[in-house]
């Protein structure tokens, strides 16, 4: 297996656990250099996590000619110029969620990859983890028979730090709207993956508490191609953090959290309740996802998560926010 020597733009907090260590540890992957803004920032995350090189301008990260591929871990606003850059200098790209600034950004984003003939790969982690890929299983089995709906109801306190204006999540014009854009995005994208693709949306958002400059609450129904219907809720000034979504099958009701990874499934049938034990989260979350990039690279096998699949969720997200 060749080695794929990878380059992150924006070292910032979720590169610490979530992924950053993960290109070190996957069997041909390497981890040789790293960018921030900060050159200082830059050259104490390269100098903790073993890096050979630090950056402070992304453009001479990716003309490294010994960076073989771009993580892109920088907040949404910058998502485009950067996956533009990569893929004119022909380096495959694994990108944070959610993949555009806006919905016309993923979509120039993804044509712009296939022009040039350039993988693009999205950082939705979840689809790799074994919770989830249990939970795909037991649909797949016919568990709760045929599905016939979902619904997901997401609710978080505010945080401090968004009170006080102090972090970008709230700011649309670097995030692409509030916490559902940030957050909200996993769910949707999970249900893609289950289900197929949402085709038609409808929804309504709005500030509520009017703490800060993004939506803190967001509603909406889709239909997906297969026939499934959705509705959902998540509303970010709520008194407590809670998550929950609900399938409707033929035979049964199927429900889990999507944010807390070690929670069992819950399964109501004729016969009662009954919890279904998943296996714990891996040190770093992103990793099994991270590996199948790696493979799909090497010409081994495919990643789940893709720069179309991610496109389709900022659309979804685009209808339920306009």
């Not at 998502?79 to 944070?96: F, M, Q, R, V, W």
């Not at 496109?311 to 306009?322: A, E, F, P, Q």
Request: hydrophobic share 35%.
């Amino acid at each position: 297996m060749h080695t794929i020597k990878w380059g992150i733009i924006g070292c910032g907090n979720v590169t610490e656990q979530k992924s950053g260590p993960a290109f070190q540890k996957i069997p041909g992957s390497s981890l040789v250099a790293v960018m921030r803004r900060d050159r200082d920032k830059a050259a104490d995350y390269a100098k903790r996590h073993g890096v050979d090189r630090w950056y402070d301008d992304a453009g001479d990260l990716i003309k490294d000619p010994n960076v073989d591929a771009i993580y892109i871990a920088t907040p949404p606003s910058s998502h485009l110029e950067y996956t533009l850059l990569a893929a004119k200098a022909g380096k495959p790209i694994y990108c944070e969620k959610p993949l555009g600034l806006s919905y016309a950004h993923s979509q120039q984003m993804v044509d712009y990859c296939k022009e040039q003939h350039v993988p693009l790969f999205s950082a939705y982690y979840r689809r790799a983890l074994p919770k989830f890929k249990q939970i795909k299983k037991l649909i797949a089995d016919g568990m709760i028979g045929k599905i016939r709906s979902v619904t997901v109801l997401m609710c978080q306190r505010p945080k401090p730090e968004d009170l006080e204006g102090k972090t970008w999540r709230v700011k649309p014009e670097i995030s692409g709207g509030g916490h559902f854009h940030d957050v909200g995005c996993h769910v949707l994208d999970l249900l893609d993956w289950y289900f197929g693709p949402i085709v038609k949306v409808t929804g309504f958002s709005g500030r509520q508490a009017k703490a800060y400059p993004a939506d803190d609450i967001v509603s909406g129904s889709w239909v997906f191609n297969s026939g499934i219907y959705g509705s959902g809720m998540w509303c970010f000034n709520a008194w407590n953090d809670y998550d929950r979504v609900e399938i409707v099958g033929s035979l049964g009701t199927l429900a889990f959290s999507v944010m807390d990874l070690g929670t069992p499934v819950e399964v109501s049938a004729e016969e009662g309740v009954r919890t279904i034990g998943v296996p714990d989260p891996p040190e770093h979350v992103a990793q099994p996802l991270i590996e199948t990039v790696v493979a799909a690279l090497n010409g081994k096998g495919t990643c789940p998560s893709t720069g179309e699949s991610a496109m389709r969720t900022d659309w979804v997200m685009s209808k339920l926010t306009t």
